[in-house]
Nanobody, 118 residues
Framework: QVQLVQSGGGLVQPGGSMKLACEAS????????MGWYRQAPGKQRELVAR???????VVEDSVKGRFTGSRDNARDTVYLQMNSLKPEDTAVYYC????????????WGQGTQVTVSS
């Protein structure tokens, strides 16, 4: 069973930065796509960033220019660098790993709370 262990998160002031990490228990090259979702209170889970095995990254429009997804194959870890954080970025962030690219064999991290507040 694949395990994804997240780290990072917590409280940050508006305009601040934070980096989330997600370490997999196996070689991340077995996953076609890895990435990040978030879920704010009362809202549906939304995609934040997806990172392909080849390293291509797509981010959601509302975070474009502020968030960057990346991967370190040597560490079997993906990251989400979040800059210029806004209160509306407050959510629980989840990493995921998808073997097929079609959510037919997908694993999730435990989730981590990010709160943007002064």
């Amino acid at each position: 069973q694949v395990q994804l262990v997240q780290s990072g998160g917590g409280l940050v002031q508006p305009g601040g930065s934070m980096k989330l990490a997600c370490e997999a228990s196996e070689n991340i090259n077995t996953f076609v796509v890895m990435g990040w979702y978030r879920q704010a209170p009362g809202k549906q889970r939304e995609l934040v960033a997806r990172i392909t095995r080849g390293g291509s990254t797509v981010v959601e429009d509302s975070v474009k220019g502020r968030f960057t997804g990346s991967r370190d194959n040597a560490r079997d870890t993906v990251y989400l660098q979040m800059n210029s954080l806004k209160p509306e970025d407050t959510a629980v962030y989840y990493c995921y790993a998808d073997r097929t690219g079609w959510f037919q064999d997908t694993y999730w991290g435990q989730g981590t709370q990010v709160t943007v507040s002064s």
